[in-house]
Antibody, heavy 122, light 107 residues
Framework: EVQLLDSGGGLEQPGGSLRLSCAAS????????MSWVRQVPGMGLEWVST????????YYADSVKGRFTISRDTSKSTLYLQMNSLRAEDTAVYYC???????????????WGQGTLVSVSS | DIQMTQSPSTLSASVGDRVTITCRAS??????LAWYQQKPGKAPKLLIY???TLESGVPSRFSGSGSGTEFTLSISSLQPDDFATYYC?????????FGGGTKVEIK
């Protein structure tokens, strides 16, 4: 059974940093692209970032480019999101997701973690 | 970015009803469309990919259709477990984008 366990969320001040983690199991982590998707409570879904299966390619939404860094540790089957220069508008539940890559070159999201809440406020 | 527009935003229906949700793309996305179901406090769940392919384990009362710019998600006979919010997502172009969601409520 595929399991994704998100952690690392919390309350942080504007301008601060947080690192989210996602521990994966039940599938071949090294063969799967992985993503982060966020959701402001009560609102819709927003793709944040994706890393390729081998870690060689990373992609970011314009809203987080230059502030967030996605990475992965295959030895630990863990995905990370380093979030710097946090803003109030980054407040959301962050989900890690196993991404499926298609001939279009892009992804849908097959499996999701339970989410971790990031709150940015002074 | 490709804009995804869902309608209606809220839908009131009864158990046993046939329900249809529409998702429109601002430009052609071929069949690169997924549908997700989300219940309150839970993560989204993939229901359908490539516009019409049912994800493993998803009940056959769910179906998807369409291509190009217009897509539909149908539930043939609404069950109590189906009351949730549904999202479409395109992956024809970068960045991937989601529709605003359709909440299916009990009538």
């Amino acid at each position: 059974e595929v399991q994704l366990l998100d952690s690392g969320g919390g309350l942080e001040q504007p301008g601060g940093s947080l690192r989210l983690s996602c521990a994966a199991s039940g599938f071949t982590f090294s063969s799967s692209a992985m993503s982060w998707v966020r959701q402001v409570p009560g609102m819709g879904l927003e793709w944040v970032s994706t890393i390729s299966a081998n870690g060689g390619s990373t992609y970011y939404a314009d809203s987080v480019k230059g502030r967030f860094t996605i990475s992965r540790d295959t030895s630990k089957s863990t995905l990370y999101l380093q979030m710097n220069s946090l803003r109030a508008e980054d407040t959301a539940v962050y989900y890690c997701a196993r991404a499926a890559t298609y001939n279009s070159g892009w992804w849908d999201f097959q499996h999701w973690g339970q989410g971790t809440l990031v709150s940015v406020s002074s | 970015d490709i804009q995804m527009t869902q309608s209606p935003s809220t839908l009131s229906a009864s158990v046993g009803d046939r329900v249809t949700i529409t998702c429109r793309a601002s430009q052609s996305i071929s069949s690169w469309l997924a549908w997700y179901q989300q219940k309150p406090g839970k993560a989204p769940k993939l229901l359908i990919y490539k516009a019409s392919t049912l994800e493993s384990g998803v009940p056959s009362r769910f179906s998807g259709s369409g291509s190009g710019t217009e897509f539909t998600l149908s539930i043939s006979s609404l069950q109590p477990d189906d009351f949730a919010t549904y999202y479409c997502q395109q992956y024809n172009s970068y960045p991937p984008t989601f529709g605003g969601g359709t909440k299916v409520e009990i009538k």
